[in-house]
């Protein structure tokens, strides 16, 4: 029975090991799923599919159309129930039997809105299907630019780390090299002190970069879901050239939000002017009476009169009418704002790229020569360890420097391109 029972237990216990090992294991290649570096286009592509802002906007969508089926249909019909004419007083009070007039009432009510209002009504629901469709498609907008410029910021802070790791380590023998140079008096000690603070200075460039890798890899993360996304692949092209580049401002997402706000203002108006115009309602009834005196039917029909338009109607359809208006203003406003954003940004790229060029043409291969020429100096014995060490950190400065003008352009080019390109 001990046996047994001790068998059981240990196959329950070996079944449950293997249980959690594979359990482990599908989570060890979730993981790895996830890990997988990320090329731009796929973190594009992954940023479209996994943003909750992207899902929470396309309900809204959802929402809207089925809206939309119910909107200019007849309201629902009303049910009368009722008691007339009971006595309450005389020598017939309470009596159903004693009064002709004594009743039990069922009845159906239709309103019938006028058909102006109702054909209002759906061109409101359609309205807001387009209203919540641009919001969708500038959400999707706003999140591949948000994407995109994670994606280069932690692409490019990691290659600068890389760069900023191999100049620490080539500028390592030099520094290493002065307190020797001290001790030989080829190097006074106060000069010693100088590549102690350039190394700090550079050291402290280093943790700066390590904090903009984490804030980056935090942003990507955001928007395409991976705990610990990675950069792969080649960046996009950083040469723009804004005269063969065809800019709509008219395609932005938020510009044709204000042309779906416009149409949901027109069809507010109409729904106004349809005030104007008389609602109807119909009623049948069936009356129980005594046996005696016969049951009736009774129908009916009513309809609201608009006689006081200057007081009722006109004000709402000029509160509409104002509405509408407003919207075409803040329209143009928003056009002219994107206009004069375009002009920064291009005159921004244009200046960024300008001095990249001049750092990696001009700056960076006259501090090489320099470098080179002072250690052809250092080598005949014409120059000390002091003008190495500026000449090599100036280099190694240089190199960084043109690094990060090359960070501004490519954080820019992507930026208009994804912001006015055809990619929108």
């Not at 992207?54 to 009303?78: C, H, N, Q, T």
């Not at 935090?218 to 960046?235: H, I």
């Not at 420097?401 to 930026?415: C, G, K, P």
Request: aromatic share 4%; net charge neutral.
């Amino acid at each position: 029975m001990l046996n047994s029972s001790a068998g059981r237990a240990r196959r329950s216990a070996s079944a449950w090991l293997r249980g959690a090992a594979l359990g482990c294991c599908g989570l060890l290649a979730a993981g790895a799923v996830q890990a997988e570096p990320l090329t731009f286009e796929q973190t594009l592509a992954r940023a479209a599919s996994e943003a909750p802002s992207l899902r929470a906007s396309e309900l809204g969508v959802d929402a809207a159309r089925a809206s939309a089926i119910a909107a200019g249909r007849l309201p629902d019909p009303r049910l009368r129930l009722g008691l007339s004419n009971l006595p309450v007083s005389g020598p017939s009070a309470g009596r159903f039997d004693e009064s002709m007039m004594t009743m039990f009432q069922v009845g159906l009510q239709q309103d019938v809105p006028s058909r102006a209002r109702r054909r209002a009504e759906q061109d409101i629901a359609q309205a807001e299907v387009d209203v919540a469709r641009a919001q969708a498609a500038t959400t999707l907008w706003e999140v591949r630019i948000a994407a995109g410029t994670a994606w280069i910021d932690l692409r490019y802070a990691e290659r600068r780390l890389a760069v900023l790791d191999e100049l620490l380590a080539s500028l390592e023998p030099l520094w290493e090299a002065a307190p020797g140079a001290v001790a030989s008096s080829r190097l006074r000690p106060a000069e010693a002190l100088g590549p102690v603070e350039l190394k700090a200075e550079i050291e402290d460039r280093r943790d700066r970069l390590v904090a903009d890798i984490a804030e980056a890899r935090a942003r990507l993360s955001r928007w395409t879901g991976d705990p610990a996304p990675t950069t792969d692949g080649a960046p996009p092209s950083i040469d723009l050239d804004p005269a063969a580049r065809t800019i709509r401002l008219a395609d932005l997402p938020p510009i044709r939000a204000y042309r779906a706000a416009s149409g949901r203002a027109e069809a507010d108006i109409d729904l106004a002017r349809a005030g104007r115009r008389p609602d109807w309602s119909f009623e049948v009834g069936y009356s129980r009476r005594d046996p005696m005196f016969g049951d009736l039917v009774s129908v009916g029909a009513s309809v609201r009169l608009p006689l006081f338009q200057g007081t009722r109607q006109e004000p709402q359809i000029a509160a509409r009418s104002a509405d509408a208006r407003r919207v075409s203003a803040e329209r143009e406003a928003v056009e002219r704002a994107w206009s004069a954003e375009l002009e920064a940004d291009l005159a921004r790229y244009a200046s960024a790229r300008t001095r990249w060029i001049r750092a990696r043409e001009v700056v960076l291969p006259n501090l090489r020569e320099r470098s080179d020429l002072e250690t052809a100096s250092y080598a005949a014995g014409a120059a000390g360890l002091a003008e190495i060490l500026d000449a090599f950190t100036a280099l190694a400065n240089a190199r960084l420097d043109a690094l990060d003008r090359e960070t501004e352009v490519a954080r820019l080019a992507v930026q208009i391109t994804l912001t006015y390109g055809s990619g929108q």
